[in-house]
Structures are given as C-alpha cells and as structure tokens.
C-alpha cells in the first residue's frame, strides 16, 4: 500500500505510511502551528484468514458468524474486511517536553489518535456487507443476510493498560456485545475486554470534537501560545505575565490550507483556548408550549457566520462546509481548509496567504465573494429557484426573508460552501413545531427529529454527485448534532421526481404524501438505525 494522506474535518492531515506489520501515522503539522497529535504513532493493523472466516457448519449459521470473534491465522491487512479486520496501537512518538507539555490526558490523547485511524479505516473502500455461511452459498449474493461493518481493537500494545480500554469504552469509541461485569476480581487480566469493536455506523454518528483538541506549547517552544480568539488576550504565562495577542493576527509559519489557530471559534468549530475538547453533551430536557404544541426548549443555534459542519470530500477533492447564514453587509470570510481546487472567490485568506503571486486570479476574473442577502437575492430571483421558493423581488425581500429565518425559534438558515465558495441555501428545522409536525401523529416523529429544506443556487456545483454528498453532510449534521434525533424528514414537491430521487439515493424513503395550503409533498423519512455513513 502506497502512503497516502488523510483529511481531517478540522484541516490537519496526516501521512499514512506501511511499516513492518502495521502503519505509521505521521502528523503533518506539528512544526506548523499548535499540534494536535504527536509526531506520529504506529497502529498493527491485521485481517483474519479468509478461509477461516468461512468456515462455519450447522447450526444457526447467522448467529454462528457473529459469534466468531477469536481467530487464530492472521495475515497482513491488504484491504478492508467485513468483520475480520483487528488493530491496536504498538507505540506513540511524543514531541520534546522542551516544545509541548505533555497531555494532561493521556487517555484522551490515545482516543484522539484511535478516533484519527479509525476515520483513515472507514474512508477506504467498503467490504461486501452480504455474509457467507454453508445454508446460503448458493443463493446469489445480493439476497444473502448482511452485517455491520466492524473492526476489532484488540487488548495489546498501548491498549494493554489497566484502564485504557474500560475509558475508551465510557466516551464511546469503542464496544462490545458483553456488557456483563464479569467475575475476574484482578481487573488486569483483561477479562470482558478481549471482543471490544467499532462498528461503522457508531464511528460516523461520534462528533468529531469529543476526541481532537491541541497540545499546548511550553513558554519556551517556537509555537505560539495565543488564543484562538484574536480579539482577547492570550493566557496567562507562569510568570503571570499576559501574552497579548495581536486582533487578527496569524502565525507566519501556518500551514497553507489550515484552520487558523489565532481565528474565532466563527471561523473554526474545533477551536478551543483551553486545549480542551469542544463537544458538550445535551443538557436535560425541559418543555414549553408553542402554538398549542408541547415540544423541549431548544438549543440556541451557532452564530450567524459561524461554521458548523466541515468535511474533506476524497471523490471531489474539496472540503464541503455549512456555516450559519449573516444579515451582515460585509462577506463572510472563510478561514478554513481547502482541497486541491482553489476557488477564485476573495476573501479566501488562508488559500490567498498561501498561493504564490503568480498562481493568483488575474485582475479580470478575481471575483469579490458577495455578502449572504446578495447571494439570496441573485438565487432566489433564478426562475429554477423562484419555481420551488417563490421569494423573487428586489433584495429587501430575501432580507426579510433571511431575517425570518433568523428569528425563528424552531430553525435556522444555512449557507453550504465548496472550498469556501457559497453554493447553497439550506434550512434545518425542528419537525415537533414547524408546519409539517401538524400533519404527523405522535408514532410518526418524536421530540428531537429534524427536518431540512435545501436549495442549490451555483449552477457549477449542481449534478448528482453533489447532491449525495450534501445531502449526506446535512443528515450526519443533524445525526452529529443531537444523539436523540432519531428520524430526518425532507417533503419536496411531488413533482420534483428527480430530488426525491437523489433522496433515495442518500436513504431516506417515501412514507407517504401530505398535503400543504401551497403544494403536495412527498414525505421523505430515514431514520438514524438505517444510515451507515455519509458519501465520501
């Protein structure tokens, strides 16, 4: 296997190299800017004997393949497996004390390199998911039972602690189908943590910024210890001395294509002064009624600008990003990472910063990126787009409609980029109090499912390959964003066979039409037990 290199959702990349009986994960940025990982660490990755693997005989064949855990033949990974794949990390090569402290959380920092390999593992081409067993080797392979992706973590090397694989299990990274306590009293014999796995569909469902955050510099270290938000102060040093942080200043030495560490959280999602992890879980639920409908009081969305969901697309070689839509006059800058297609829209910062003289736009074709109600304006005044929205008129109409949408309580307008380029209007609502709740029965949707309402402006970034792939970030958005949203609704007009279409191509299905004062609507529905992951 070739080196290759990994995308993480919060611009870093890695070098994925094969080593003697394993891989080497080489953080690319460490000399760059505040490290995330260590310089680099080494994962045993190994498949079970495929000869093995088939080998089951009478009985109850389905459960005698889940069952199949132990295996004794392995050999070198060369693609991915079914269920037949197990890793564990062998060793960890940590940056000099002289340059970063050590991580106040080792276990954090092995789960934040765990996570880091398993989004390298589940971005390579998926396994058949149809099992084999001796009672369906005749039938044809599309009718033959299916089962999760998984692959195991295996209780050696780094994993042999005491604890490692019990904490790793609490922040749920990892699982096991024994979730018995177990009679072993010595703990370190390991007893009920030899079968723990991650299942494909757990992986992408886990919010990326339980598990990356950043190692802090030593007062002595090149690295600079400001703060992500370039308006505050920078932290105390251990003289007690403030650092002040320049507004909008910027290391020289950040890599092209990074999210900026001295940038606000608006521009970063995975910011964090405190070098701490940025995902909070949900509070408890409390209700309120609104317009004769009980409902729980929702959480406040991000910010307008802010960005809320960010992905590097290997098939397009792009980063696709949503962000919250700004009444602001002045153009949201993007600040975040871009792929191998530059877009020619200013401000792109840190791909501007970045680019040689010579490999700028010339002065004829460099196009200011415009604020959001212009966007809204020239799109919504589309006769394709005025067909489905109907909010055509002079810009101080898709001003008060964009100001609407900001009020709202039950949802909020989004704006989704190409490399930082506005391609889209979307909108993500809560179903229990928006128009379409009143058309559902309390067995059809629950408190926390979510709907969307999308819309492609850009002529350039439409065709079915984008579709899938937006369209998958909105619902692993929606997935990511609540751990009790259990369903996501879309109901486009019945006639627009060809997004109901793309629809089903995600996984959403038809459950059956409603009837609005305005249009009749398909009822597209999936449910979170059904999605195994979003198009990469």
Not at 287 to 292: H, W
Not at 514 to 532: C, G, H, I, T
């Amino acid at each position: 296997m070739a080196p290759n290199i990994v995308h993480l959702p919060d611009g870093q990349t890695l070098t994925v190299t094969p080593v003697f009986g394993g891989l080497f994960f080489k953080a690319n940025e460490l000399n760059t800017h505040h490290a995330t990982f260590p310089p680099g660490w080494t994962v045993i990755l190994q498949s079970e004997d495929d000869e093995e693997a088939q080998g089951a005989s009478g009985g109850d064949d389905l459960d005698e393949f889940n069952k199949k855990v132990h295996r004794t033949h392995m050999h070198r990974y060369r693609r991915p497996t079914l269920q037949h794949d197990a890793l564990f990390l062998s060793s960890i090569s940590n940056p000099s004390n002289s340059d970063f402290k050590p991580a106040i959380s080792p276990s954090r920092q092995i789960a934040m390199m765990l996570w880091a390999t398993l989004w390298w593992y589940f971005h390579q081409p998926a396994p058949s998911r149809h099992i084999t067993t001796a009672s369906n080797s005749n039938i044809p392979e599309a009718g033959r039972p299916t089962a999760e992706w998984r692959i195991n973590i295996k209780r050696e090397g780094i994993f042999k602690g005491r604890h490692i694989l019990s904490k790793l299990e609490r922040m749920g990274l990892i699982s096991t189908e024994n979730s018995s306590v177990g009679t072993d009293i010595d703990d370190r014999g390991g007893e009920g943590w030899t079968e723990m796995f991650v299942s494909q569909r757990s992986f992408w469902q886990l919010d990326g910024r339980i598990f990356l955050f950043a190692l802090m510099p030593t007062n002595n270290s090149p690295f600079p210890p400001g703060t992500p938000h370039g308006s505050r102060p920078g932290s105390p040093s251990r003289e007690g001395n403030i650092t002040p942080v320049p507004h909008n200043s910027k290391p020289d030495n950040i890599a092209p294509g990074l999210w900026s560490p001295t940038t606000g959280t608006l521009a970063n999602p995975f910011a964090s002064a405190s070098h701490l992890p940025t995902f909070y879980p949900p509070p408890p639920a409390q209700y309120i009624l609104s317009n004769g409908v009980r409902h729980p009081i929702r959480p406040k969305p991000p910010r307008q600008g802010e960005t809320f969901y960010t992905r590097y697309i290997p098939s397009l070689g792009q980063y696709l990003s949503f962000r919250v839509a700004s009444l602001s006059t002045k153009s949201t800058s993007y600040q975040g990472p871009v792929g191998s297609t530059t877009s020619n829209f200013l401000p792109l910062s840190s791909a501007v910063n970045s680019t040689p003289a010579s490999a700028l736009p010339s002065i004829g074709n460099i196009r200011t990126c415009p604020c959001d109600t212009d966007l809204l304006h020239d799109w919504m005044n589309n006769p394709r787009v005025a067909a489905a929205w109907g909010v055509t008129g002079p810009i101080a109409t898709q001003e008060a409609f964009l100001r609407k949408g900001l009020t709202s309580r039950h949802s909020f307008p989004a704006i989704g980029c190409w490399d930082g380029k506005p391609f889209g209007y979307f909108e993500i609502y809560w179903v229990k109090e928006d128009q379409l709740g009143k058309h559902l029965n309390g067995s059809e949707t629950g408190n926390w499912d979510r709907g969307i309402h999308v819309l492609v402006g850009e002529e350039e970034f439409r065709g079915k390959d984008r579709v899938r792939v937006w369209l998958s970030g909105l619902v692993h958005y929606c997935w990511l964003a609540d751990e009790r949203t259990e369903r996501i609704f879309c109901e486009p007009r019945l006639d627009n066979q060809k997004f109901i279409g793309y629809l089903q191509d995600v996984g959403f299905y038809k459950e059956r039409e409603v009837a609005f004062p305005y249009k009749q609507s398909a009822l597209m529905r999936m449910n979170r037990e059904a999605w195994d992951a979003p198009v990469l």
